[in-house]
């Protein structure tokens, strides 16, 4: 497993359509929303759109 070893304590973990999902925690003070698309039954494909406060020209 890739995360195997791996300091996860700063992450938040969300939970979503069975899948296990460590949000960082600079994403979470830089992103206003975060939307997760989740899709397949044997292969899982995540779609990730991230909405930033000050929109996507913002360098912060």
């Given at each position: ?15 979503q359509d069975g899948v ?27 779609d990730i759109d991230i ?10």
């Amino acid at each position: 497993m890739h995360l195997k070893g791996k300091n996860l304590a700063p992450y938040r973990v969300v939970r979503q359509d069975g899948v296990k999902i460590h949000v960082a925690p600079n994403l979470m003070g830089y992103a206003q929303s975060v939307q997760l698309d989740v899709r397949g039954s044997v292969r899982k494909k995540i779609d990730i759109d991230i909405h930033h406060e000050h929109g996507p020209g913002c360098n912060h």
